[in-house]
């Protein structure tokens, strides 16, 4: 069965990177560059996991994990926050995350991290 993964960033050229790779390594990839409407995206698409840009337009990265994390359809759902800024995650928290990635990353390093959580919700 095909792992699916639910990216959202507001770059477009890291949306393009990750989704590259991802469909490579055989994941099933929906990206998005804005937060509206989430939720139905999340309910539509039903994601294996979720990577979340912290920095976004309105909204930040952080607290989109934590209403992901806090509502009971979603709160199952593996969220990776990613961030330029991780002095500035630890010292806010990490809202409920269930992993943290540095940007800029290795992208096996970000393969390796989805498939971890893809892997582990599947036993």
Same mark, same amino acid.
């Given at each position: 069965?095909?792992?699916?993964?639910?990216?959202?960033?507001?770059?477009?050229?890291?949306?393009?990177?990750?989704?590259?790779?991802?469909?490579?390594?055989?994941?099933?990839? &929906? =990206?998005?560059?804005? @937060?509206?409407?989430?939720?139905? %995206? #999340?309910?539509?698409?039903? !994601?294996? *996991?979720?990577?979340?840009?912290?920095?976004?337009?309105?909204?930040?990265?952080?607290?989109?994990?934590?209403?992901? &994390? =806090?509502?009971?359809? @979603?709160?199952?759902?593996?969220? %990776? #926050?990613?961030?330029?800024? !991780?002095? *500035?995650?630890?010292?806010?928290?990490?809202?409920?995350?269930?992993?943290?990635?540095?940007?800029?990353?290795?992208?096996?390093?970000?393969?390796?991290?989805?498939?971890?959580?893809?892997?582990?919700?599947?036993?």
């Amino acid at each position: 069965m095909i792992k699916r993964v639910l990216i959202l960033d507001n770059d477009p050229d890291v949306l393009d990177a990750m989704q590259e790779v991802l469909v490579y390594s055989g994941f099933e990839v &929906k =990206t998005i560059e804005d @937060t509206d409407n989430i939720f139905p %995206i #999340i309910y539509d698409f039903r !994601p294996d *996991v979720l990577l979340v840009d912290y920095i976004l337009n309105g909204i930040n990265g952080g607290e989109i994990c934590h209403q992901i &994390k =806090t509502n009971p359809r @979603t709160s199952h759902l593996p969220v %990776i #926050i990613l961030s330029a800024y !991780p002095r *500035v995650i630890n010292s806010l928290g990490f809202y409920g995350c269930d992993s943290f990635i540095a940007k800029p990353f290795e992208l096996e390093d970000l393969v390796g991290q989805v498939s971890f959580f893809t892997m582990r919700k599947a036993v």
